[in-house]
């Protein structure tokens, strides 16, 4: 985990460093009016106007603001020293930390990740045992063309329909267009603020987890398939047990063993791996949207930042998929292979 975690926050910070058109370059952009046309300020007090010159001066403690004024060692050196204080640095345009921003993002990529990880599960494990109990059927057939359907439709594709449909679009105006909550949210009751969410949230959430049913659901109906066609379910139901007994007592058991071992790497991505485009569609400003701001303005702070609280978070699920797996397979001990 160290070693990969190193090599990342490594080629991370080679690439922001001598990538073209860094944070220097973007402020002097603004100053003379080719990026933004408008009163620009770098921060710390220097202002300038749209159009003006920036002198060597000036120029200077634009460096000396950013860090540049060091030896590239000497700024990596900075920066895992920082890191290994789980301290992010921050931001070089908002002037806040990484960590402030990551949690004021958070609530709409939590949002999201949860429920769509939740409807995920609840509906494609069910979907997919029931699929392999009728292997071969015409509800196996339809159900497949339907989760393949949606898993062909792309997310943000399915996110304008359900606007032009339900938003307000062009037909019917049943869901909101943009945001989590209402504007008169706080005045509301316990009751009405959960449906107001839940009535924002709607949208969003479809559009993002309609794609996420078929890899699961066709996991599901395989490992069922494959856990059927053992031996040891011949031997159950040659001494009568029935087959419902046989599922949940013994197949259900073995063929989640994948599912399993995949859970807390589904769990956490579900979280992190959020749609910018869906985000953006919606106007939700979540963790996706936040890192794509922070590469187009070149706000390495929060670019690196934020890579490497997702890279540490997603070793850390790799471990406890691996984990986990010793967990649900007892036949699997690690140590009796060293001894």
């Known amino acids: 985990m160290l070693p990969t975690l190193f090599g990342v926050v490594t080629l991370t910070f080679i690439i922001t460093q001598f990538v073209p058109g860094g944070p220097i370059e973007h402020v002097l952009n603004e100053a003379q009016g080719t990026d933004t046309g408008a009163e620009a300020s770098g921060g710390g ?8 010159r920036v002198d060597d ?7 000396e603001m950013y860090g540049f004024d060091k030896p590239v060692l000497e700024r990596y050196w900075l920066m895992i020293s920082r890191f ?18 990551i949690k004021s993002k958070l609530p709409v990529s939590l949002s999201l990740g949860l429920w769509t990880f939740m409807l995920t599960y609840l509906i494609s ?38 606007l032009v449909l339900f938003g307000g679009g062009t037909y019917w105006t049943v869901f909101p267009l943009r945001g989590l909550t209402s504007e008169n949210w706080e005045q509301l009751s316990a009751t009405g603020k959960v449906l107001d969410y839940l009535w924002h949230i709607a949208l969003p959430v479809t559009a993002t987890v309609v794609s ?8 599901t109906k395989h490992a069922v398939l494959e856990q059927i066609r053992r031996q040891y379910v011949l031997t159950a139901r040659a001494k009568g047990l029935s087959e419902r007994s046989v599922l949940w007592r013994h197949v259900f058991r073995n063929a989640l063993l994948p599912l399993v071992t995949g859970f807390p790497a589904t769990f956490i991505a579900a979280f992190f791996t959020g749609s910018l485009l869906i985000e953006t569609l919606f106007s939700l400003d979540g963790l996706g949207l936040l890192s794509f701001e922070s590469v187009r303005r070149r706000d390495y702070p929060v670019v690196i930042g934020t890579l490497f609280l997702f890279t540490l978070l997603g070793l850390f699920t790799k471990l406890i998929g691996d984990l986990a797996y010793v967990l649900a397979d007892p036949r699997i001990k690690f140590d009796s292979h060293r001894s």
């Open 57 to 63: 001066s000036q120029l200077q403690q634009l460096r």
């Open 84 to 101: 290994a204080r789980f301290d992010l640095g921050e931001s070089y345009f908002t002037h806040e930390s990484v960590w402030s921003l």
């Open 212 to 219: 996420q049913f078929a890899v699961k659901t066709m996991l």
């Open 125 to 162: 494990v069910p979907l997919g045992i029931a699929k392999a109990v009728r292997a071969g059927t015409r509800f196996d057939l339809v159900s497949s063309v339907l989760v393949m359907t949606g898993y062909a439709i792309p997310g943000f594709v399915l996110g304008v329909l359900l």
């Open 45 to 52: 007090g220097l202002n300038y106007s749209a159009g003006g």
